[in-house]
Nanobody, 122 residues
Framework: QLQASGGGLVQTGGSLRLSCAASGRTFSSGAMGWFRQTPGKEREFVASISWNGGSTYYADSVKGRFTISRDNAKNIVYLQMNSLKPEDTAVYYC?????????????????WGQGTQVTVSS
C-alpha cells in the first residue's frame, strides 16, 4: 500500500514536499515514480527514481524545479517541489514498480497510491 501526503495550497513560487510511504510490503527493490493529473486530462509523468536512488528522470516541465529522492530504510519516497507554478496544480500520485529502473510510462507501474491535491495560486 502506498500513502501519499504533503499536498496543499501554495502561492506561485512557493515550495511543497510530497511524501509517499509504503507499507505492507517492501518497495525498496523497485523503482518509484510520481505522476499528476488534472480533470479531463490523462495522468502525466513527473519524476522517477531507481531502486537505489542512483538514477532519476524528470519530465521537462519540472526539471530543475522538482527533486525526487527516497529513503529505503524508511520505505518513503519524496518529491520536493520548488518554484511552483499555477500549471503544477493537480492531484499527485505516487507509484511503484517491481523493476529496478526508472520509467515514465504509467503502464509499467504495478502499484499506485491515492492522490494528494496540490494547488498553486497565482
Amino acid at each position: 500500500q502506498l500513502q501519499a501526503s504533503g499536498g496543499g495550497l501554495v502561492q506561485t513560487g512557493g515550495s511543497l514536499r510530497l511524501s509517499c510511504a509504503a507499507s505492507g510490503r517492501t518497495f525498496s527493490s523497485g523503482a518509484m515514480g510520481w505522476f499528476r493529473q488534472t480533470p479531463g486530462k490523462e495522468r502525466e509523468f513527473v519524476a522517477s527514481i531507481s531502486w537505489n536512488g542512483g538514477s532519476t528522470y524528470y519530465a521537462d516541465s519540472v526539471k530543475g524545479r522538482f527533486t525526487i529522492s527516497r529513503d529505503n530504510a524508511k520505505n518513503i519516497v519524496y518529491l520536493q517541489m520548488n518554484s511552483l507554478k499555477p500549471e503544477d496544480t493537480a492531484v499527485y500520485y505516487c507509484a511503484a514498480r517491481r523493476d529496478t529502473v526508472v520509467a515514465a510510462s504509467s503502464r509499467v507501474y504495478d502499484y499506485w497510491g491515492q492522490g494528494t491535491q496540490v494547488t498553486v495560486s497565482s
